[in-house]
Structures are given as structure tokens and as C-alpha cells.
């Protein structure tokens, strides 16, 4: 595999995502083999710092006044967040509508130039990097997106969709693209005679599956998965998320998987970060956060998730066993302005704990007394974690279930067309 590469154009970060997948789970598979060719590079080792952030801001100007329009504030969309994903690891990024997450999956990759804080990718500061000094590593941080209907090219052919990336970055697999990309479909459960079709051929999982598979054709260490399986049936939803799962585990690619669904994040991912208001409120092991989680907002959002089997109307959903209940908590009042947030915590205006001091200072991202090693809470009264939500029945849906007592070795169907 040659890894040469050249300055990518535009819009050639990767999209969508895809279902099931055998070749990819079996590791024997042309992404595997790539896998392999690049690792003797020199492959950061499972578990070392990929991508860090620290203190990265993203402000948008807001424009007022006339005649001459300048610029009279600023939606703070985030607005100070440190967070590192590590090799191989998929990290999962939460929160409500409008908290950021989008905004920060896009600075990562550096399709928005941060206002403030610093990236850095294996070591190097790319924070401001120009197109021609992030041109060794962009291939190698991909972005799949939610909508499997616009990511892709109407009038280009599956082949092209793939390939045409490939060759704007350099990358001249042994055998030929043509034959790399037939490969790829197959890693990503599609047919490699689909070759010459184009995207409205196929279904919304078929489409994000080509978006999966050209994210691959770039050999990517990391992929910012943005809401990749929201926009699908949920059935064929648990099939994307398989594949995902199958790549990270078998090709060793780091993730950031973001999404408003904790229990598609929670499915996913091995840590998980929650967002408000452009601030990073919680991080840590996913069983930490869904286990005991220690701010407010966290045990808020996880009390509205549904728990499989006797999940039903009313203030309350209970365990499957019904030995143990959890409080639904409803959120009073709208998320605050980013324009305007509220001084020191910025959840105070919604937390049934706020008290004085939440107004006056900024609670520090910290461990807190009663936290496992990396579950950091940012609150000033955290809740205590034996009075917690009990999710370990949260599931995306029965079929997610299934999958998941399935295990990763059973081989699945793939959607064909
Ligand atoms: N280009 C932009 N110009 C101005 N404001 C923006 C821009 N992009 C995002 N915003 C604002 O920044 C805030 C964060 O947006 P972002 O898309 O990152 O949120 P999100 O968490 O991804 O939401 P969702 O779950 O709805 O996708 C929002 O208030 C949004 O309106
Ligand atoms: S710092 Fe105060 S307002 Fe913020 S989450 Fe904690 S208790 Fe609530
Ligand atoms: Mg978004």
C-alpha cells in the first residue's frame, strides 16, 4: 500500500455509515491487510493519546446594526472543552440539540478554525495548521455524517464515490483502485458488482455504507462519527452501529461517535464525554457515567432514556426486574442562549440542586470524591452515586438487544439491494 499523499480537495472527508458486515469482523479482510502495512509505520499502541483538545473554543460571530453590519456578540458554541480520544478507542460525545457536539466534531477534524485552544494530532499542534501542513494526516481523521441521502454524489457511481478520494490523496493500492474499492464494499457488507451503480440505487443503510467504505478507502486512524445512524430505520440502525463496532474492533480505528441517543452511545462507545451549553459537564468509563453518573444533567438525560421491556407512560420507567425504580426527572424551562449563557454553572438555570454558589463560579471539570480514576464531574453539589439511575437495561431497542447477546462473532446479513 502506497501511503504518499497530496493536498485533499475539498468535501473529501468521508460520510455516512453502513449495516452488518462479514468480511470486516473476520480481519482477514483488504482493510486489514492496509491496516497492517501502515502499523509498521508506526501506530500509536491502543489506549495512547490520538487527538487532543484542550481549552478549544468555537465562537460564531452574531452581526447587527445599519446601515454597517459588525458584529454585536457571539454564539458560543463551544465554549472551552478538553477532551483526548485514544488510539482504538471509540469515544462517545452526548448531549442535547444545540450543546456543540456537531461544532466540536467539526473543529477536531479542522473543517472550523478554532477561536481558541489548541489541537493536537500524534503530538503535533494542528490547530491552525494550513491545508499544506495537515495535508500528511488529513485522510487519516475522517468524518461520516447523518444524512446517507445528501453525503453522496447523485451523478457519480459508487466506484467514483470511493475511489476518487483515494486518488486525490495519493493512495495507489497494490492491484489497482478499482479492485480496492470492490474490496472495501465488501468490508462494508455491500456487493462489489455494485461497482458502476449510483446512491439512488440503493437504500439509506446501503448509502451509509458507501459513506463507511469511503472514509476507509483513506486509511483513517480516527473517525468522527457525526449522528451517523440517526437519520435511519431503527432496525437498520443496530445494523450500522454492528459495523462501526465490527471496524473499530477489528481495524483498530479510533472513534468519536456523537449523538443525542444515549443509548446508541452507550452501545458504542468505552468512554463517553456529555455536553451542555458548550461545555463539557461529565466524562468518564462508560459504566461510570451510566452507572453512577455524578452531575445533574447527566442523571437527567439518563433518566429519560427508555429501559428495555417495561419502559411506559407516566413519571416513572421501571428495571426489568421491577426490583428497582428510576425517577424520571423532567428538565424544567428551555436550554439557555449560547449567546448569553448563564454565569458560573451553566446548567443553574435548570438544576433542581443550584444553590448560590453555582451562580458565582464556574464548577472545575474535576475527579470528585466518590468517582473512579477518569470520571470527571463538573458540579459543586454532585449527586451522591448510590442515588443514581440504574441503566444497566438501557438498550437502543430489542434488536440492538439481540445483537448485542449475539456477540461479535455470529456472521450477519447485509441489506441488499
Ligand atoms: N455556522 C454557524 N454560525 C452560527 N451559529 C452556529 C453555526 N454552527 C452552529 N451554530 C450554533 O452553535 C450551537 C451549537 O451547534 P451544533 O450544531 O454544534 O450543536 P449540536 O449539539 O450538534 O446540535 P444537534 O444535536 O441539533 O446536531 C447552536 O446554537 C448552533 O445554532
Ligand atoms: S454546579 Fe450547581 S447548578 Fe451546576 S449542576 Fe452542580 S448543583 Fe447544579
Ligand atoms: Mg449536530
Wanted: proline content about 8%.
Amino acid at each position: 500500500m502506497t501511503n504518499e499523499r497530496t493536498p485533499p480537495a475539498p468535501g473529501t472527508a468521508g460520510e455516512s455509515a453502513g449495516e452488518s458486515a462479514g468480511p470486516a469482523a473476520s480481519g482477514s479482510g483488504p482493510a486489514h491487510r492496509a491496516r497492517s502495512v501502515r502499523a509498521a509505520g508506526g501506530e500509536p499502541a491502543a489506549g495512547e493519546p490520538l487527538l487532543v483538545a484542550e481549552g478549544l473554543v468555537k465562537h460564531f460571530p452574531v452581526l447587527g446594526g445599519f446601515p454597517f453590519r459588525r458584529q454585536v456578540g457571539a454564539v458560543r458554541a463551544v465554549d472551552g472543552i478538553d477532551l483526548t480520544v485514544r488510539a482504538g478507542e471509540s469515544f462517545g460525545l452526548v448531549g442535547e440539540s444545540g450543546c456543540g457536539k456537531s461544532t466540536t466534531g467539526r473543529l477536531l477534524t479542522r473543517l472550523l478554525e478554532p477561536t481558541a485552544g489548541r489541537i493536537r494530532y500524534r503530538g503535533r499542534d494542528i490547530t491552525h495548521a494550513s491545508r499544506r501542513e495537515l495535508a500528511p494526516v488529513r485522510s487519516e481523521i475522517q468524518m461520516i455524517f447523518q444524512d446517507p441521502y445528501s453525503s453522496l454524489n447523485p451523478r457519480q457511481t459508487v466506484g467514483t464515490i470511493i475511489g476518487g478520494p483515494m486518488e486525490i490523496n495519493g493512495i495507489d493500492p497494490p492491484g489497482g483502485r478499482e479492485h480496492r474499492v470492490r474490496e472495501l464494499l465488501e468490508t462494508v457488507g455491500l456487493n462489489p458488482e455494485h461497482y458502476n451503480r449510483f446512491p439512488h440505487e440503493f437504500s439509506g443503510g446501503q448509502r451509509q455504507r458507501i459513506g463507511v467504505a469511503r472514509a476507509l478507502g483513506l486509511e483513517p486512524r480516527l473517525i468522527v462519527a457525526d449522528e451517523p445512524v440517526s437519520a435511519l430505520d431503527v432496525s437498520i440502525q443496530a445494523q450500522v452501529v454492528n459495523l462501526l463496532q465490527d471496524l473499530r474492533r477489528e481495524l483498530g480505528i479510533a472513534f468519536l461517535f456523537i449523538a443525542h441517543d444515549l443509548a446508541v452511545v452507550r452501545h458504542f462507545s468505552q468512554r463517553v464525554a456529555v455536553m451542555y451549553l458548550g461545555r463539557i459537564v461529565e466524562v468518564g468509563d462508560r459504566d461510570a457515567i451510566y452507572r453512577a453518573p455524578r452531575h445533574p444533567y447527566t442523571h437527567a438525560l439518563l433518566s429519560a432514556v427508555p429501559e428495555i421491556g417495561t419502559y411506559g407512560a407516566g413519571e416513572e420507567a421501571h428495571g426489568a426486574g421491577g426490583a428497582e425504580r428510576r425517577e424520571r426527572i423532567r428538565l424544567a424551562g428551555d436550554v439557555p442562549s449560547p449567546v448569553d449563557p448563564p454565569s458560573g454553572c451553566r446548567f443553574r438555570t435548570r438544576c433542581w440542586k443550584a444553590r448560590k454558589r453555582c451562580a458565582a463560579e464556574v464548577p472545575p471539570l474535576v475527579r470528585i470524591e466518590g468517582n473512579r480514576e477518569g470520571h470527571l464531574t463538573a458540579c459543586h453539589f454532585p449527586e451522591e452515586p448510590s442515588t443514581s439511575a440504574r441503566t444497566e437495561d438501557i438498550v437502543l431497542d430489542p434488536a440492538l438487544a439481540a445483537i448485542e447477546e449475539r456477540g461479535a462473532g455470529e456472521p450477519r446479513t447485509g441489506e441488499q439491494s
